[in-house]
């Protein structure tokens, strides 16, 4: 029963941009069939994750435990994020896709929660996420097109968020994509009704 939903907004635009406009579908959806569950949420337009510096990094060797993380003046903002991960059931992350990849306020906000010894580990035969699996629902909005017959960029978003999402332990992923937004309102509209789709399939 999912109990705890996290939804976390990249663009820019905050709520004037598509992606975030269609994570209030995914939300409405999701919260229909899941009454009851909280919602936290964090647009990072208006509340950015810091970028690491040099002390984050020394503490993350040093702090990697929550116990000992949790009142380390470096590690305070990461565990909060951290945190708010471990307590939800299902997750929403919206973006745009930006310069072919994520957004700089999303790699922030990645380099926060993918921390070595606290959401994952290393190991001989690779590195092992820490975290449970949750349903994630990733909505990315372009302005070009990127993955199918009419792509004419390359798509170095959809395969990092996959690769970097799986290091802390989340595999459930479902992509919705808006790709288009920048070709006139008939695009628009198509990549919104498209977007349905996908969203109903799921």
Partial sequence: ?????????????????????????????VT??????????????TTPSPVVDGAFAAAMMTHQDAKAARDHAALRISETLINELERTDLFILS?????FTVPAALKAWIDQVVRFGRTFRSTPDGKIGLLADRP????????????????????????YLKDILETIGIRDLRFITLEGL??????????????RETLKAL
Avoid: W
Wanted: hydrophobic share 40%; glycine share 4%; with cysteine.
């Fill in 95 to 99: 973006t745009p896709m930006h310069n």
């Fill in 182 to 195: 920048a070709r006139g309102e008939d695009a628009v509209d198509e990549a919104y009704r498209s977007a």
């Fill in 136 to 159: 994630t629902y990733i909505v990315i909005a372009a302005g070009g097109y990127f993955s199918d017959e009419r792509a004419r960029q390359p798509d170095h978003l959809t395969p």
């Fill in 1 to 29: 029963m999912t109990k705890a939903i996290l939804r976390i907004d990249c663009s820019p635009k905050a709520d004037a941009a598509h992606s975030f406009r269609f994570a209030d579908e995914v939300l409405a959806t």
């Fill in 32 to 45: 229909r069939a899941h009454p009851g569950a909280s919602v936290t949420t964090r647009v990072l337009a």
